[in-house]
């Protein structure tokens, strides 16, 4: 989680045209990395739209679809101005399926090619875009230890879950990998972490016991992640003996 001061204004759905930011720069460079993407939590029945990009430290960035109002609009002010900013990450709320339904969600983010067009610190044009899809794997089923199971802490635990094959919309989908987490239930503790590549056949993961405590409550969270970037979420919650 990312907390900004008032050295920084973030608008979300700026008020004014995507159009260039002008000459005044000696070059254009590009973004190491720029990323817009979907989570969706499948178990909590919300979603919501994520922006992240890395590169040369930076004054100023908008991120939106070409000729379009941009929908994140980011400048530094006072002293972080000269410092300059190499990072951003936005997410934006997550609202329940009663409050937004995923219809009105995609229809408020088109899928199309996001492009991010900032200012250097020397003043220099800044740039990246990707292919923001509407594509989201299908959420991971079985997870085992189930909800409320009891499992030993002084034995291995095993956790797994079904291959997922399909996206929400029931096509063929190969996810570009998985990542399995164990946490304490109040979240403060990461017990274990680890990522799966997307082809695994029967996706299981031993846990060692000495990574577990006695009656403890665990949450075991499953990531889905697709090729584009979207990602699909599904949890269950277990107590040790």
Not at 24 to 46: M, Q, R
Not at 169 to 194: A, K, M, N
Request: aromatic share 10%; net charge negative; glycine share 8%.
């Amino acid at each position: 989680m990312f907390t900004f001061n008032n050295t920084m204004i973030a608008t979300l759905v700026a008020a004014f045209a995507f159009v260039p930011l002008g000459d005044g720069g000696k070059e254009e460079v590009e973004l190491d990395e720029a990323e817009v993407f979907i989570e969706f939590n499948s178990t909590d029945g919300d979603f919501g739209i994520q922006f992240f990009w890395d590169g040369e430290p930076w004054k100023r960035m908008r991120v939106g679809l070409e000729d379009a109002r941009p929908v994140l609009n980011v400048k530094v002010r006072g002293k972080l101005k000269d410092q300059g900013l190499t990072e951003g990450f936005f997410e934006s709320a997550e609202p329940s399926a009663d409050e937004l339904s995923m219809e009105e969600f995609l229809e408020r983010f088109p899928e199309g090619e996001y492009e991010f067009e900032g200012r250097t610190l020397e003043g220099d044009e800044i740039e990246g875009e990707t292919e923001f899809t509407h594509t989201l794997p299908a959420p991971p089923a079985n997870l085992w230890p189930a909800d409320g199971d009891m499992v030993s802490h002084a034995l291995p635990l095993v956790v797994s879950f079904d291959a997922v094959t399909e996206d929400l919309d029931g096509e063929e989908l190969e996810p570009e990998l998985y990542e399995l987490i164990v946490e304490t239930e109040d979240e403060i503790l990461q017990v274990f972490s680890i990522i799966l590549t997307g082809d695994t056949a029967a996706p299981a993961v031993t846990i060692p016991p000495e990574f577990l405590t006695p009656a403890t409550e665990y949450k075991f969270e499953v990531i889905v992640q697709e090729e584009s970037g979207n990602r699909t979420i599904s949890e269950t919650e277990f107590e040790t003996l």
